[in-house]
């Protein structure tokens, strides 16, 4: 399986409410909501993690779904979020800040 | 210990100009 990696932009701003992530971009003044599950993935996003490790020992352990169903997920949402440049998908690890954001 | 219940991923977004919407008017 092909392996890969996830990382968050600088050019954002983060805030977690309750279990839900608010994500202000400076690349194209979007505001974001992330739910439950997409906000677990976008906090795992280090650049060094594997996507299908985030899965395994982040979701699969948090909510009740099979592996096989929440990489899918997770990998349709990755390629969603990333279209809109605040978060970087690569099938090498990514090279990432001290707070975890690529520059 | 409990497993919370799955939803999708998902994520909606809006336009920050657009709510903002004075410099703006």
């Known amino acids: 399986m092909e392996r890969k990696y996830i990382a968050r932009s600088a050019r954002i701003a983060a805030r977690q409410l309750g279990d839900e992530m608010m994500i202000m971009s400076a690349v194209d003044s979007k505001f974001f909501t992330l739910n439950p599950v997409a906000a677990t993935v976008w906090l795992a996003a280090d650049g060094q993690t594997p996507l ?9 352990q948090e909510f009740e779904v099979s592996a096989e169903e929440a990489l899918r997920d997770a990998e349709t949402f990755v390629n969603d979020l990333s279209q809109h440049g605040i978060l970087l998908v690569s099938d090498q690890p990514i090279a990432t800040n001290a707070a975890g954001y690529v520059e | 210990g409990a497993r ?12 920050v100009f657009e709510t903002m919407a004075c410099n703006f008017n």
């Open chain 1, 52 to 60: 299908g490790e985030i899965v395994t020992q982040r979701v699969c």
């Open chain 2, 4 to 15: 919370k219940p799955y939803t999708k991923p998902e994520y909606r977004y809006e336009e």
